[in-house]
């Protein structure tokens, strides 16, 4: 079974820093496609970052504006997202995903959620002073 687990979220004040982890279970992450998204209530979810399978190429949403970097530690089949200076904005419900790179291809990756077929739970992430 294939398994997404996130954790590191929490509540901040607005400038602060969290470290987002993604573990995967059941399967090796270096042979997908990864991605980082994140839905606040009533708005659609929207794609933060992604990962490419071959030389680590990533993509961001324009409002991550330098502020966040994704990353991957192949050895311990996880992601990590390192978010800076968050913003009150960035309050949200973050989701790592993943699909084979033989879909995506091996460098380069979508940040349409429907691009991706397995899911984590979330991370809830408030930013607020």
């Known amino acids: 079974q294939l398994l997404l687990v996130e954790s590191g979220g929490g509540s901040v004040q607005p400038g602060g820093s969290l470290r987002l982890s993604c573990v995967a279970s059941?399967?090796?992450?270096?042979?997908?496609?990864i991605a980082w998204f994140r839905q606040a209530p009533g708005k659609e979810r929207e794609g933060v970052s992604c990962?490419?399978?071959?030389?680590?190429?990533?993509y961001y949403g324009d409002f991550v504006k330098g502020r966040f970097t994704i990353s991957r530690d192949n050895a311990k089949n996880t992601v990590y997202l390192q978010m800076n200076n968050l913003k009150p904005e960035d309050t949200a419900n973050y989701y790592c995903?993943?699909?084979?790179?033989?879909?995506?291809?091996?460098?380069?990756?979508?940040?349409?959620?429907?691009?991706?077929?397995?899911w984590g739970q979330g991370t809830q992430v408030t930013v607020s002073s």
């Open positions: 995903a993943a699909v084979s790179s033989w879909i995506t291809g091996w460098d380069t990756c979508p940040l349409g959620w429907a691009s991706y077929n397995y």
């Open positions: 059941g399967f090796r992450l270096d042979t997908y496609t």
């Open positions: 990962i490419s399978r071959r030389n680590g190429n990533t």
